[in-house]
């Protein structure tokens, strides 16, 4: 039976990324699931495979069709969130396509992946 697996995401810099990805989202590397072009980052409380992290050669796209949502439950947590996951490395984008009152913030991670910080009291806004 098919079943839906984690996301992946192409970066250009592994460790960079693991780094980044385990201390955005509390997640762990897999030392069993590791190669120079490949890591899986699990949840810390051990539930599982929660994000794959592929080398990859291509660049970012700016408007990625695909992108991670992450989820907070307030417009202070979103805020808070936001400012930490700069502190980590990831810049904020000039999103040309916010609709009016966005309910999410467009960020890019260290590689230039496009993610969103979700402020779920806000939702839906319909285009996150």
């Known amino acids: ?40 980052l699990d949840h810390a409380d051990g539930s599982g495979h929660a994000l794959g ?11 990625p069709r695909i992108h991670l949502d992450l989820f907070v439950d ?11 996951l700069i502190g980590l490395g990831a810049t904020r984008v000039d999103w040309d396509l ?3 009152d966005p309910d999410f913030l ?6 230039g992946n496009i993610f969103c910080v979700v402020d779920l009291s806000k939702a839906p806004s319909g285009s996150a």
Do not use: C, K, N
């Not at 992290?53 to 408007?63: C, D, G, V």
């Not at 307030?74 to 930490?84: D, G, H, I, K, N």
């Open 98 to 100: 916010y609709p009016p």
């Open 53 to 63: 992290l592929m080398l990859s050669e291509s660049p970012a796209e700016p408007h």
């Open 74 to 84: 307030t417009t202070a947590e979103q805020e808070a969130e936001v400012e930490r």
């Open 1 to 40: 039976m098919l079943r839906l697996g984690f996301p992946v995401i192409g970066v250009d810099d592994i460790p960079r990324a693991v780094a980044f990805w385990t201390a955005a989202l509390d997640l762990v590397d897999t030392p069993e699931w590791q190669s120079a072009t490949w890591r899986t």
């Open 106 to 111: 467009v960020l890019a991670d260290p590689d």
